[in-house]
């Protein structure tokens, strides 16, 4: 028995009908979360939901962050990326240093999150975590901030943020991670609609 394919209800998708490309396939690896080695004294949890534009929760985004250490430096070592000699597969973290970079998909209720450092301030900025998002649907990758919040200096810092200052205080507030308690931080992502992440370009 033949399918009939001249009516486009009766067309079985293929991939080049589906929206990709689908990123959780590979790019996640084991440990992405982990930036920040066990017990390290400035470790902190950064962890929140990806939502589209109705405020359903995406199962399969992959959300990269780097940030600098305590003192605001960007860090230059190696340690995200170690490889199998036998296999060629990923081992993951080695545990030890603190690389600045890590990367992990949100779980089926579109919950993700991260152990990474405090950041540190740099320059005039506040301190932050730079963020980058890919989701389907979106061809193009997204870029935004999480500030992070560190008592009365950093809420200064906060109000004379070059990027922050330019904002509406209601979108400013999709910048800012919410305090949690214990080093943990909230920091939702929505990339439409009602509360809409700010979203940054560069050019």
């Known amino acids: 028995m033949t399918q009939a394919t001249d009516a486009a209800e009766g067309v079985l998708p293929t991939p080049s009908h589906t929206v990709g490309p689908f990123y959780g396939y590979a790019l996640p690896f084991p440990g992405g979360g982990d930036i920040a080695p066990v017990g390290h004294p400035d470790a902190i949890t950064v962890q929140g939901y990806v939502r589209d534009g109705a405020g359903a929760p995406l199962p399969d985004a992959v959300v990269e962050l780097w940030g600098p250490d305590r003192d605001g430096t960007l860090p230059r070592v190696d340690g995200s990326m170690r490889r199998d000699p036998a296999t060629g597969g990923h081992l993951g973290r080695n545990g030890v240093e603190f690389t600045g970079w890590g990367r992990v998909q949100t779980d089926a209720n579109g919950h993700w999150y991260a152990r990474t450092v405090r950041p540190g301030t740099r320059g005039r900025n506040a301190p932050y ?58 920091f939702d992502i929505r990339l439409q609609g009602e509360g809409e992440t700010v979203f940054l370009e560069f050019t």
Not at 136 to 151: E, N, S
Not at 164 to 174: E, F, N, Q, S, V
């Open 129 to 186: 975590l730079s963020v980058c998002v890919f989701a389907r649907g979106l061809l193009v990758h997204l870029f935004t901030r999480v500030y992070v919040p560190d008592g009365a200096a950093t809420a200064h810092a906060l109000a004379s943020d070059p990027l922050l200052a330019r904002l509406d205080p209601a979108r400013r507030d999709t910048l800012v991670a919410r305090e949690q308690g214990d080093g943990t931080y909230r």
